[in-house]
Each structure stands twice: as C-alpha cells, then as structure tokens.
C-alpha cells in the first residue's frame, strides 16, 4: 500500500528587510523575489526519503499568489507527484488561524485519505511555528513537532526528536501531522532537467476558495484574529570604540576604560601591571 503524503509548503520573500504596509502590518511581497521557505525545504526532503524508502505519492500544497506557483515547480523537480496552489485574493493578509483553516479545508477536499501530513517547523518571514500545530487540531489528527527522523512502520509512524535535552522517541497512528526540524534532512538540489520536467510537464492544480468550500464570510485581512500592533526595524544600541597602537598599549587601554566591568564580568579585581620594572611578576590564576 502507498503511502499519501502532503507536504505544506510556503513561498516566503528572498529577503528580510522589506517595507511593511502600516494599514495592515503586512510586508509588500510584491517588492521582492520569492523562494520556498527553507524550513518547507526540509519537510520536503524528508517526504522524498519517505517516499525512497517506503514508497510514497507525494502532494506539495501551498496557500498564497499565484507567483506561489514557482515554488511548487521547484517541489516537483526535487521528487513531489503533484503540486496544488491554492490561491485567492481574498486570503490575503490570512494569520495563522486562517492559514490552518484553509490549509486543512484544501487537505479534505483534494488528499481526504492522506496518511501523514508533513510541515516545516516555522517560516523564515515570521517564526510563529503555529500553523503544522493549528492545522494539526483542524484535521482533528494527532502530531508532534520538530522530528529529526522519521520511520513508517505500517499504520504507525515513530518520530524522534530532541527535547529538553534528551532524545525523545514519539508514535502515532496514521493520518498524523509532522513538523520537521531544520538540523536533519539536509534538502538535496533540483537538477536541471527535472527543473525543466517541472515546468514543462509537471502538473500544478489550482484552487479558489469557493472550490475548497470556504465559508463567504472568512477573508485574510477582516476575519483574522492576529493584529499586528507594531511594526519595526530592530536598532543597534552600541557603539564601537577603536583602540589604536601597540598590543601592550591597547591592551592598557582596555582596561583603563572598562577594567571595572571586565573585574565585575570575571568575580575579581584586575589591575594592570607596571610594565617598566623588569622584575614583575605575573599572576597566572
């Protein structure tokens, strides 16, 4: 028996400074190139090494424009069957909570007899890790997060992890709901001609809204619960300071300057030694 697997993925923008739209605390993706988020890239790879393994018909979904596209090409020519992009412009500006919603409604009306769900453990243009988890209790499936190896044992699938320091090992039953860490599965690169087999001949369905049965009255930006209260750049607080001749004489530079902090940072008095009588001694505690 084959195993479905669906792999979530999301195009995230190729950079991280980008100007932000204050009326709705959103970034201007339309400013910049896109790219599979890298996380998505290792959820990814691990359905391919499922799918060498166990066998496996590998479905890569993603929510977003129709630039959104582009990504699930690239899916394709690294090893997934098919790709589905739902795409609507009423979604957008969707949170998290309605990312899931959407996400789980396209899951029941096109792969309703998946067997495991795969994610990335967060995305790089905003790192809530939320929507493998909310997605998770919208399936009403079991889940667990951040696996660094997975195996597939019949109807079971067994998951180990690091948690709080110590390897955790995890099973459940299938259809179940997976995040992937970012420290194993390493994502292998799309050749060239399967990237030309991707766009050429590799097959992207695409959905509306109303195709997955979402409910009239949800939008992105009026029904999300998230608001985003402040938008900012982080700011550096410090200033460099330049000490400038020989190493004995910077190093007295130091620690006429900030000799009390680096005593405070070490639990001990530090004073600087006379360096003109031959005879010094050096503490070497």
């Known amino acids: 028996m084959m195993l479905k697997v669906v792999v979530c993925i999301k195009q995230v923008p190729m950079?991280?400074?980008?100007?932000?739209?204050?009326?709705?605390?959103?970034?201007?993706r339309n400013m910049a190139e896109g790219m599979m988020n890298p996380a998505c890239k290792h959820a990814l790879e691990a359905a391919i090494q499922i799918k060498s393994r166990y066998g496996a018909y590998i479905t890569a979904l993603s929510m977003g424009p129709a630039a959104a596209e582009e990504v699930l090409r690239e899916a394709l020519a690294m090893g997934a069957d098919q790709g589905i992009l739902l795409t609507d412009s009423r979604m957008a500006g969707a949170d998290t909570l309605i990312t899931s919603h959407a996400l789980a409604l396209a899951i029941k009306k096109e792969c309703p007899d998946?067997?495991?769900?795969?994610c990335g453990c967060y995305t790089s243009d905003s790192e809530t890790a939320q929507v493998g988890p909310q997605l998770t209790e919208e399936l009403d499936v079991a889940g667990a997060a951040y696996a660094a190896d997975i195996q597939i044992m019949e109807q079971t699938v067994r998951i180990q992890r690091e948690c709080d320091d110590f390897l955790e090992t995890l099973e459940m039953e299938t259809p179940c709901l997976i995040t992937v860490a970012t420290r194993q599965y390493m994502p292998r690169y799309a050749s060239l001609s399967g990237l030309q087999d991707a766009f050429e001949k590799g097959t992207v369905k695409v959905i509306h809204a109303d195709d997955i049965g979402m409910e009239p009255e949800i939008s992105g930006t009026k029904t999300s619960p998230t608001r985003i209260v402040e938008?900012?750049?982080?700011?550096?607080?410090?200033?460099?300071?330049m000490l400038k001749g020989t190493a004995l004489k910077m190093v007295e530079m130091l620690f006429e300057q900030f000799g009390d902090r680096l005593s405070g940072a070490m639990a001990k008095d530090i004073k600087t030694h006379?360096?003109?009588?031959?005879?010094?001694?050096?503490?070497?505690?």
């Open 15 to 28: 950079v991280t400074e980008l100007p932000w739209d204050a009326s709705t605390g959103s970034l201007k």
């Open 231 to 241: 938008v900012y750049s982080p700011t550096a607080r410090k200033k460099n300071i």
């Open 274 to 285: 006379d360096h003109d009588d031959e005879h010094d001694e050096i503490d070497n505690e």
């Open 114 to 118: 998946f067997d495991l769900i795969l």
